[in-house]
């Protein structure tokens, strides 16, 4: 019966598409598409530009449009440079397992430049740049990005203008990924001036200046931008690589997914992102089913979780009995196939079970509320006479879950969730805040109190450590910077996350990533709901768009073109 409504919300929304695509087919007829131009609808405007502050899935799908990383993964999980010259590897000499004191062993790593790579105001990125970015990223004052972090270098020689030699502490299977670089010439005396993150932050260019030209090395420069409603892009005139075939790209945003929807269907926009930062799956299937030939459907496997963290500071969460009982409650086969068309596929951990690492013996959690009812007998909840759980001090097991306010799919997840929770005595209290606030003090500050439903993107090169290691929890010492949001630490995690980093063979990366996700599945950080796939709806003759790949299609966005 539970699911009753998700039936006639589905018949409503085609209804209401029919609609919109009869009064939207006639006024999109009216216009001719802009080649130079594409507008991707989008709804989460960023909470501040700097490309390596506070980073989250949102702000990787917009930077890299102006700011290229060193390196990323493509859609045939590889890995290749983007800024560099050649990627290093053991085999062509460039990475070498070497001698450190102690009788330890480390890395270094030659990273080459590609020489005519400019800044957006023509001044060359050089050395000097990789230097500066490492300088921030080890200052403990500053906290930056650590999805393949600068920091991870204990040292770093200068070669040349454009090769540095990075020292590794420690020998990891990561060693060529890298982030994006700065502008030294720009945000070095910036930097200076301002040695803590917070003054640093308030005055970098990038938040009072983002469109200076200088601090972009891209394909395109963040040209012009209002605050929640528009970001352009314009093709930069100094990028030395392939022109871009679309000369602008506007990210153009609206309040929810339903008027993401309406926008496209009226020809406002060309493409719009499919979860969580867009239209719903299931809106998208709507959509494919009247509307199969006006639109193109780019879908491909994801990496990317959604999850609810579960702040382990709460007591009534302590009990990983408790946190067993929560995921067992949640029936989530059900919800993939009705609201996603089974198009998510369920997560038994932080990896799907397309991935090659993924361990098929792990325990895993089906639907199973009258164990979700025993686990929490255990613990000693016993329903009350409302029906609610409560315990020997009296405590009731009200839990709040916060996420997203205007996100279509995750605010009818957890009124599902809701739903589910008090068929086994949990009572479960909705709240929906806006996204500055969800990703600012809810997460970074770790102010939610209960369960917290958000997504984290596993690519290739990112260690679990950024959600699962102990020294990933955003505290004020690190920068906040991190998204253990659940302050889960565990000596066995940090251990089995350590050797799984320093493997560098599939063989033993295959038996480190079992033990982590073996200690996951006993723990549960976090409740594992379901993977991402890479979704997007576009007009029909957008061609070139690599969906597939494994870190920000943006990365590779001068490929698009208008046919």
Same mark, same amino acid.
């Given at each position: 019966m539970k699911y009753e409504w998700f039936g006639i919300g589905t018949l409503l929304r085609v209804a209401l598409l029919g609609a919109m695509v009869t009064i939207s087919v006639a006024l999109a007829a009216m216009a001719q598409p802009n080649k130079d131009e594409l507008v991707v609808g989008q709804l989460q405007f960023l909470t501040n530009f700097h490309p390596l502050v506070q980073v989250n899935n949102t702000k990787r799908l917009v930077i890299n449009y102006a700011l290229r990383p060193m390196t990323a993964f493509d859609e045939n999980v590889q890995n290749q440079c983007i800024l560099c010259e050649t990627l290093p590897t053991i085999q062509n000499g460039l990475a070498k397992i070497v001698d450190l004191p102690d009788d330890k062993k480390g890395m270094t790593v030659t990273l080459a430049l590609k020489k005519d790579l400019l800044w957006g105001d023509g001044v060359p990125v050089t050395s000097k740049d990789i230097a500066f970015t490492w300088k921030m990223a080890r200052d403990p004052k500053i906290g930056f990005s650590n999805y393949n972090g600068w920091n991870r270098a204990s040292a770093l020689r200068?070669?040349?203008?454009?090769? %540095? +030699? !990075?020292?590794?502490?420690? %020998?990891?299977?990561?060693?060529?990924?890298?982030? =994006?670089?700065? &502008? +030294?010439?720009? +945000?070095?005396?910036?930097?200076?001036?301002?040695?803590? $993150?917070? =003054?640093? %932050?308030?005055? #970098?260019?990038?938040?009072t200046h983002p469109t200076n030209p200088g601090l972009w090395n891209g394909a395109y420069l963040l040209s012009d931008y209002q605050i929640g409603t528009r970001i352009i892009f314009r093709a930069n005139p100094k990028w030395t690589g392939p022109k871009p075939h679309i000369a602008?790209? %506007? $990210? #153009?945003?609206?309040?929810?997914?339903?008027a993401l929807l309406q926008n496209l269907l009226a020809g406002a926009v060309d493409a719009v992102p499919v979860s969580p930062g867009g239209i719903s799956i299931s809106q998208m299937l709507d959509l494919q089913a009247q509307q199969r030939d006006r639109f193109a459907y780019h879908l491909a496997y994801g990496t990317n979780l959604e999850r609810i963290a579960v702040n382990l500071d709460n007591p009534l969460l302590q009990d990983k009995r408790v946190r067993q009982a929560l995921l067992y409650a949640i029936d989530r086969k059900a919800m993939s196939d009705v609201l996603f068309g089974g198009l998510q596929p369920v997560a038994h951990g932080i990896l799907s079970n397309e991935n090659a690492y993924y361990d098929k013996d792990i325990p895993t959690y089906d639907y199973n509320p009258a164990r979700a009812r025993e686990? !929490?007998? =255990?613990?000693?909840?016993? &329903?009350?006479?409302?029906?609610?759980?409560?315990?020997?001090?009296?405590?009731? !097991?009200? $839990? +709040?879950l916060v996420t997203t306010a205007g996100n279509q799919t995750r605010q009818e997840i957890a009124q599902v969730i809701q739903s589910e929770m008090l068929d086994v005595c949990v009572d479960l209290r909705n709240i929906f805040v806006p996204l500055q606030q969800f990703n600012g003090d809810m997460a970074r500050k770790r102010q939610f109190t209960g369960l917290m439903m958000s997504s984290i993107d596993f690519s290739p090169s990112v260690s679990p450590r950024i959600a699962l290691g102990s020294n990933a929890i955003?505290?004020?010492?690190?920068?906040?910077?991190?998204?253990?949001?659940?302050?889960?630490?565990?000596?066995?995690?940090d251990k089995a996350i350590g050797e799984l980093e320093r493997a560098l063979d599939p063989d033993t990366t295959k038996q480190k990533w079992a033990d982590v996700q073996r200690i996951f599945s006993d723990d549960l950080p976090m409740l594992p709901l379901y993977f991402y796939p890479r979704a997007y709806v576009s007009v029909p003759d957008l061609a070139h768009f690599r969906q597939g790949t494994l870190d920000p299609l943006q990365i590779w966005a001068e490929e698009w073109e208008r046919k």
């Open positions: 200068v070669v040349d203008d454009h090769t %540095v +030699e !990075l020292t590794l502490p420690a %020998v990891i299977s990561s060693y060529n990924s890298w982030d =994006q670089i700065l &502008p +030294e010439h720009l +945000e070095g005396p910036i930097y200076a001036a301002n040695p803590t $993150l917070n =003054q640093y %932050v308030k005055q #970098s260019l990038y938040n602008t790209i %506007v $990210l #153009s945003y609206r309040d929810n997914s339903s686990l !929490l007998a =255990q613990a000693g909840w016993k &329903p009350a006479s409302d029906g609610i759980c409560v315990d020997d001090k009296g405590r009731r !097991l009200t $839990l +709040e955003p505290k004020p010492d690190n920068g906040r910077v991190g998204n253990n949001f659940s302050g889960y630490a565990s000596p066995d995690m």
